[in-house]
């Protein structure tokens, strides 16, 4: 479960990067629209979450650009801009979901998990084999204090 966070507010990125490593993601972190871009182009994500408003390239030149590159990735905009008009651009540009700033963390997690449940197209969040099963949305220690 592979997430990228792509955000210039320090505060918030770290409070993004922190909460979903505790929750059991792998995260990468880009601070800027390029580096965001590079990340995006030479790693396998699963969930992308993009600022819209970044230094060097912006978060819609990113979308775009890895949308017409065949990328993919699910996209969770994260921005500030909530004009209609932004959302419905995001959202027509290729992005899978877009969430407006400032934003409950707990909303957030539930969006990103609900994109990696989608990605592969797995409509309940447990997996069963035989007599094993896994529920993907308790966090590590929840799953180990019930077992």
């Given at each position: ?34 580096d ?22 912006s ?21 500030a ?67």
């Open positions: 479960m592979r997430v990228l966070v792509v955000e210039d507010y320090a505060p918030v990125c770290e409070a993004v990067v922190q909460g979903l490593r505790e929750s059991g993601f792998s995260v990468d972190e880009a601070a800027d629209g390029n965001g871009l590079w990340f995006a182009s030479q790693n396998q994500y699963d969930v992308i979450v993009l600022d819209l408003m970044l230094p060097g390239l978060g819609m030149q990113i979308l775009k650009n890895l949308r017409a590159a065949g990328n993919e990735a699910r996209i969770l905009i994260l921005t801009r909530d004009a209609v008009e932004d959302r419905v651009e995001g959202l027509n540009a290729g992005a899978d979901d877009y969430l407006i700033k400032p934003f409950a963390f707990e909303e957030l997690l539930a969006r990103v998990q609900v994109l990696f449940r989608r990605r592969y197209d797995k409509s309940a969040p447990l997996i069963q084999v035989d007599n094993l099963v896994i529920n993907t949305t308790l966090k590590p220690s929840v799953a180990a204090a019930l077992s």
